[in-house]
């Protein structure tokens, strides 16, 4: 593992999945890849369902890098296994992420009838306690979650990325030559709430 990432759903990952692979440091692990897979999903689900150690050369077998949950739940962990790994927060300020997560994942959450889905049982349930709609203390959790990366991963091995910064800093952290693309961008709240792979009822992920 090259590369792991800590930021929440809707601060860029999947954009950030789409450079990383653009960049070579791909495969990327993200929700994308859990709701793709059939074995992936069963996998994950089981993980999260026995709340025990996880099996992370199993879970991201053939994978180089993390982004977005389900993983971002568990960089703590992850960060300690692959102890060599770059860390990447991918950022946004916290009014805005609300915003955008009010818009997309949140109503999926609500709409979910399968209590195993990563929706669920870990978005819902483990991140946020139970309460994802509830707006203060979402935010308390994500701003929480922040400070949580800041204060334990070595300055050194860490990136702040804000949303929107563009190739340089993600490069010079990488080590690798800005490509002759622009940055992606993907999966913004009209492409999300349109997409019939994450809102085909019931929720699957």
């Known amino acids: 593992m090259k590369l792991i990432g800590t930021g929440f759903g ?10 990383l692979e653009l960049l070579g440091v791909g495969p990327c692990h993200h929700m994308r890849a859990v709701m793709s897979d059939a074995a992936q999903k069963a996998a994950w689900r089981a993980a999260v369902a ?24 568990y960089w703590p962990e992850l960060i300690r296994h692959w102890p060599e790994a770059k860390v990447l927060l991918t950022w946004r300020d916290a009014e805005s992420w609300w915003g955008s997560f009010e818009k997309t994942i949140l109503p999926v959450i609500r709409e979910s009838t399968e209590e195993e ?6 978005i819902r349930n483990k991140v946020f306690g139970g ?6 203390h979402a935010i308390a959790v994500y701003e929480a979650n922040v400070a949580r990366v800041k204060a334990e991963v070595p300055a050194d091995r860490l990136l702040v990325y804000p949303v929107g910064t563009g190739w340089g800093p993600l490069c010079a952290f990488l080590e690798v030559p800005v490509p002759d693309a622009p940055f992606p ?16 009822p019931p929720t699957t992920q």
């Open 10 to 19: 809707r601060t860029g990952t999947d954009s950030m999945r789409l450079a």
């Open 117 to 122: 889905s990563l929706g669920v049982a870990l």
């Open 131 to 136: 309460r994802p709609d509830d707006r203060a």
């Open 185 to 200: 961008h993907a999966n913004t709240t009209t492409e999300f709430r349109a997409d019939p792979e994450i809102n085909a």
């Open 50 to 73: 026995l709340d025990a150690p996880m099996d992370w050369n199993g879970l991201l077998g053939g994978y180089n890098a993390c982004v977005d949950w389900p993983t971002a739940h």
